[in-house]
Structure formats: C-alpha cells, structure tokens
C-alpha cells in the first residue's frame, strides 16, 4: 500500500520529467510462509505456491497504478530475487505436481551449487525493451546500481558499484555486459567464481544446506575443489577438477586477485575489511 501511495504521490512530478526511485523488498515468498486471504490453498499445491501466486497480485496492482498514471511506456520495472528457492517450499511435493524450483540446477538457497544463485531477472521498459527479449549475459544482482546510475547519467563514483557492470546495452539490444566473471559464495561462507563455461567451488560438497554437506563430503573422501563445465554439465554432476588443474590453478588466481583489489571492475584497488582464506589448512591444488 505505501509502495502504491509513493508512486501516486510522485507521478505528477514524474510525468514532468523528475523521475522516481521505488525499491520494494516484499518479505513474500520469504519465510515465513503465510499466504493471507484470498490467496491462502488458492494454488491447489501447498502454502509456498499460494505465497508465490500473492506475490503475483501485488506485482499486478503495483503495475497498474504506474500505467493509470500514464507511466507505463517508459518506467522500467525490475523484478528479480536474492537467492535461490528455499527447501522450505517442500521440494518433494512440488515434484509430484512436476514442479521443481530449480528447475534443471543442482540445490536450492544457500547452496554453492546453481540451483542456489540462479534466479529470474525480468526488466520491463516498453519504451526500451520490446517484449520476449531474453539474454545468457552472465549477470548479478550488483549489476543493478551501475544500470540506473547510466540511465540516469549519473557520474560513477570512485566507491560503489565497485563490483557492477552495467546492462543497458543488454537491454537495449546493443551487446552483452562487460561482466566476465561472478563471484558468489555459499551460506557456510565457500566461494565460487565462473568465468566462461568454467565454474570453480571451494568446498567439497554443497557449501550449504543439501547434501553433501562439508564434514558429511569430507567424510566420503570427496576432494576439496569441484571444477564444473557449466557449457556440457550445467546440472554440475561431474567434478572435472582433477582432469583440468590449470583452470583450478588459474580461475583461483583470478578470484583471489578480484578479492585483493576489492573490485571485479577496472580502477584503483580497494581492498577489503578482512583476510579472506580461500583453501582450508594443508588443502593442495590438483597437480601439486
């Protein structure tokens, strides 16, 4: 309701050329999951579905208040999510009505794998955007900032958005980000970097909350790196680490190199608030 109210109350200003920013961070589908009237068993699936089909509605209203106030043609509109879906959604259940969150990635929020950091990114600008565009830009939500600081035209400020490339030309159809690698990390604080196809985990299992779990994947015996080919196994199944130890070598370079200087974007090295330990204790690259 404030969201609605905030857009209403800026709308004359913005048709005047003074536009607005709304960041909106609904705690749906979030836990807890409590789906509110009407919306509550409206799925025919389970709590977590009716969450989902609420967060749709409030989506539908906000959208139609910025088009009755003749803003539609040239707001854009981002909607996206900060992690993947969270197990609390009883993944099982939704499987027996073939759904799967994840869809074809490996784990779920909190996770190293991709099921834990893949998410849907949908821009809306009419006036930019034609509809059903859709892109493999490599992309992260640290891309946000840049984006609207270049829409806007906006000076880069020598800190903030350090770790941000911007998507207008992805929006506007003129080529991809200059984003060439992403680095993420898990809830039990494991890092991943991806560059290319390659996809580098420091940890020997999920990194989180499925299985297998670090001391459960040291148990087994597991080695301390996984090496994925997201190109021809983007389910990450095969851990090819072993078979390429100089993209171990080299993606772990790189990522502690972005580390260092703070920053994956070019300028003045920025450091960090803290030493960061990449591989644990008597942990050896494969090769060595």
């Keep these: 309701d ?39 068993d409206a799925s025919g699936l389970n709590p977590y579905a009716d969450f989902v089909m609420q967060v749709d509605h409030l989506m539908g209203q906000l959208l139609d208040v910025v088009k009755a106030a003749g803003l539609d043609e040239n707001t854009l509109v981002i909607f996206t999510s900060d992690n993947g879906c969270s197990p609390e959604a009883n993944f099982p259940l939704l499987a027996q009505h073939d759904h799967d969150p994840s869809g074809p990635f490996r784990g779920h929020k909190a996770d190293i794998y ?60 003129k080529g991809k ?63 090819v680490a072993a078979d390429h130890p100089a993209e171990v070598s080299r993606l772990l370079q790189v990522l502690q190199t972005q580390v260092a200087a703070g920053r994956c974007t070019p300028g003045e090295p920025l450091g960090n608030d803290r030493n960061v330990t990449f591989l644990p204790a008597g942990v050896s690259l494969p090769g060595d």
């Excluded at 800026?10 to 919306?39: N, Q, S």
């Excluded at 680095?183 to 991943?192: L, P, Q, R, Y």
């Excluded at 996809?199 to 090496?227: D, H, I």
Aim: include cysteine.
């Design 177 to 239: 980000s200059a984003r060439d690698t992403l680095i993420s990390h898990s809830v039990e604080g494991s890092f991943a970097i991806r560059q290319g196809d390659w996809k580098l985990c420091l940890c020997r299992g999920s990194g989180g909350w499925s299985a297998p779990k670090e001391n459960v994947a040291k148990k087994q015996g597991l080695p301390p790196l996984q090496l994925f080919d997201l190109k021809d196994d983007p389910a990450e199944t095969t851990n």
């Design 114 to 173: 991709e099921g834990g950091h893949r998410v849907p990114l949908l821009a809306r600008w009419p006036a930019a955007i034609p509809p059903g565009r859709t892109t493999d830009t490599l992309t992260c939500l640290t891309d946000i900032y840049p984006t609207l600081a270049e829409i806007t035209r906006q000076p880069r400020a020598k800190e903030g958005g350090e770790d941000g490339f911007s998507l207008l030309p992805v929006f506007m159809g």
């Design 2 to 40: 404030k969201s609605i109210a905030y857009v209403k109350a800026k709308a004359a200003a913005a048709r005047a050329g003074r536009p607005f920013f709304l960041y909106l961070p609904l705690p749906a589908p979030h836990t807890p999951i409590v789906p509110v009237p009407p919306f509550k």
